[in-house]
C-alpha cells in the first residue's frame, strides 16, 4: 500500500531564505506528483504537476524534482515570503485509485 | 479562468439526516473525483468518475454514493451522517482520466455533524 511521508511536519524560517520540503513515497509506480498548498480551511492550491518521466518542473520562485526510483521529490522555495505560510501537501497518482496525501509540511516565514 | 463549483460551502446537519454535496467541473473537463479532509488530516480519495462512469473507488463508506451526470456536475450523497462525517468534502476535476493531468480542487464543502 503506497504511503506518502512529509519531513518536516511544521518548518519556520526568516523572510528571505531559501528552503526544501521533503516528500517520500514507498511505491515508485506513480503517474505523477503533484505538490499543492493550503491555507487554514480552504481548499488546495495545485502548485506543480511533475509526470513520472520528468525529473523536475520550476514555476516561479518553485521548484520541484522528482527521483522516482528513490521515491523522493523535493519542493525548493526561493527567497520566501510571509505570503507563502501555509501547509504544503504532496500527493502521488497511481493506477485504481486517485490522489495519495501526505500529511503535508506547515511553513511559517516570519517577516 | 473558471474553477470548480462547490456548493453548499457550509452545510450543517443532525445525526442520521442525510446531505447531498453538488461539484460543477472546470468546463470541458471529464472526470471528477471527491476527498474527504477529516480536521487535522490529509485529504482521502471516496470516489472518482470519468465520462459519467465510476473509474475509481476508494475509502468511501456504504452510506455513501455519488454519480456524475450528463452535464458531467457530479453529487456526492451522503446518509445516516455520523458525527466522523465531519469533514471538508473536496472535488476534483480533470481532462481525461486524470493519469498525466493536473487535478484542479474546488474551495470545498464544511459538513458539519451535531
Known amino acids: 500500500k503506497q504511503e506518502v511521508t512529509q519531513i518536516p511536519a511544521a518548518l519556520s524560517v526568516p523572510e528571505g531564505e531559501n528552503l526544501v520540503l521533503n516528500c517520500s513515497f514507498t511505491?515508485?509506480?506513480?503517474?505523477?506528483l503533484q505538490w499543492f498548498r493550503q491555507d487554514p480551511g480552504k481548499g488546495l492550491t495545485s502548485l506543480l504537476l511533475i509526470q513520472s518521466s520528468q525529473r523536475e518542473q520550476t514555476s516561479g520562485r518553485l521548484n520541484a524534482s522528482l527521483d522516482k526510483s528513490s521515491g523522493r521529490s523535493t519542493l525548493y522555495i526561493a527567497a520566501s515570503q510571509p505570503g507563502d505560510s501555509a501547509t504544503y501537501l504532496c500527493?502521488?497518482?497511481?493506477?485504481?485509485?486517485?490522489?495519495?496525501f501526505g500529511k503535508g509540511t506547515t511553513l511559517s516565514v516570519s517577516s | 479562468a473558471a474553477g470548480v463549483i462547490q456548493s453548499p460551502r457550509h452545510l450543517i446537519k443532525e445525526k442520521r439526516e442525510t446531505a447531498t454535496l453538488k461539484c460543477y467541473p472546470i468546463p470541458r473537463h471529464d472526470t471528477v473525483y471527491w476527498y474527504q479532509q477529516g480536521p487535522g488530516q490529509d485529504p482521502q480519495f471516496l470516489i472518482s468518475?470519468?465520462?459519467?462512469?465510476?473509474?475509481d473507488k476508494g475509502s468511501i463508506p456504504d452510506r455513501f454514493s455519488a454519480q456524475q451526470f450528463s452535464d458531467y456536475h457530479s453529487e456526492l450523497n451522503m446518509s445516516s451522517l455520523e458525527l466522523g462525517d465531519s469533514a471538508l468534502y473536496f472535488c476534483?476535476?480533470?481532462?481525461?482520466?486524470?493519469?498525466?493531468?493536473?487535478?484542479?480542487f474546488g474551495p470545498g464543502t464544511r459538513l458539519t455533524v451535531l
Open positions: 476534483a476535476s480533470s481532462l481525461g482520466a486524470g493519469y498525466t493531468d493536473t487535478q484542479y
Open positions: 468518475f470519468y465520462e459519467k462512469m465510476q473509474s
Open positions: 500527493a502521488v497518482h497511481q493506477a485504481g485509485t486517485a490522489l495519495i
Open positions: 511505491d515508485s509506480a506513480i503517474y505523477n
